[in-house]
């Protein structure tokens, strides 16, 4: 289980996925010009995950900085804290892995990220830039949940 292809963080240059390892929006950090960029305000932001963490073993964590593991960050950034909390609510770094990915398709259902309809037109120009058929583009940018970004960052990698 756990999440193999989880994204950087928002504040590494993550895709917006990574919103699911982000702190609450109450500091200056790209945090807010991801969320802002997928449709949502810090406050629709905060309800998603807080609604999320009420649903699942994300709702522990009370001795993490924010008080919920719906805060936290990726499990493979050392977090001393984090860390003992997982142990404590006997929740493994690939149930807490599983949990984030589940997280980030909810924020992304909520957000404007899949609601954007590429035309054939749209298609065919990154099926042409990357030197691919218009299906394996097309396939791509389903398999990256219709995120663009995504999508031309899996398509660089498979060019190295």
């Not at 406050?43 to 719906?70: H, N, P, R, W």
């Not at 050392?78 to 860390?83: E, H, Q, S, V, W």
């Not at 957000?111 to 030197?131: M, R």
Request: aromatic share 8%; net charge neutral; hydrophobic share 35%.
């Amino acid at each position: 289980m756990g999440w193999d292809d989880a994204p950087a963080h928002v504040c590494r240059g993550g895709d917006a996925r990574g919103l699911a390892f982000c702190c609450p929006p109450v500091k200056p950090c790209p945090v807010h010009m991801k969320i802002e960029e997928i449709g949502l305000s810090p406050q629709e932001f905060i309800k998603i995950k807080e609604d999320f963490a009420k649903k699942t073993k994300l709702k522990y964590g009370a001795s993490t900085c924010f008080g919920s593991f719906v805060w936290c960050c990726k499990a493979s950034k050392p977090c001393p804290l984090r860390d003992m909390e997982l142990q404590a609510n006997g929740i493994s770094h690939d149930e807490y892995m599983t949990l984030k990915k589940q997280l980030a398709d909810e924020i992304l259902k909520n957000s404007n990220v899949n609601k954007t309809e590429y035309t054939d037109a749209d298609i065919q120009s990154l099926a042409d830039t990357f030197n691919i058929s218009f299906d394996e583009a097309k396939s791509e940018l389903e398999a990256s949940g219709n995120d663009l970004k995504t999508t031309i960052r899996n398509l660089r990698m498979k060019t190295l």
